[in-house]
């Protein structure tokens, strides 16, 4: 079993920046993928990054050159830099961990993030 807590959410006005964290209780280098969802008010829940072992990433479209994702391996720490939010990227924001086997995902509680001015 897996547990993810999450951190670094709160308020910020639009432009501005958040770094949110996600600690695994295990070794990030032994889960297949993590990743960082959101999920935005009656609306479903969204990829906005993921970064592999590896240390390979990928992003949501909306996010591409304003988000970063990366990751410490010693702490087990994966982290995503937000910068020039928009009202738009107001959402709870979700790390998840895919663990190989058996393979599952394991969420984390969430961590609010609002823009707004």
């Known amino acids: 079993q897996v547990q993810l807590v999450e951190s670094g959410g709160g308020l910020v006005q639009p432009g501005g920046s958040l770094r949110l964290s996600c600690a695994a209780s295990?070794?990030?280098?032994?889960?297949?993928?993590m990743a960082w969802y959101r999920q935005a008010p009656g609306k479903q829940r969204e990829l906005v990054a993921a970064?592999?072992?590896?240390?390979?990433?990928r992003y949501a479209d909306s996010v591409k050159g304003r988000f970063t994702i990366s990751r410490d391996i010693a702490s087990n720490i994966v982290y995503l830099q937000m910068n020039s939010l928009k009202p738009e990227d107001t959402a709870v924001y979700y790390c998840k961990a895919n663990w190989p086997t058996p393979p599952y995902d394991y969420w984390g509680q969430g961590t609010q993030v609002t823009v707004s001015s």
């Open positions: 970064i592999s072992p590896g240390g390979s990433s």
């Open positions: 295990k070794s990030i280098l032994s889960i297949n993928l």
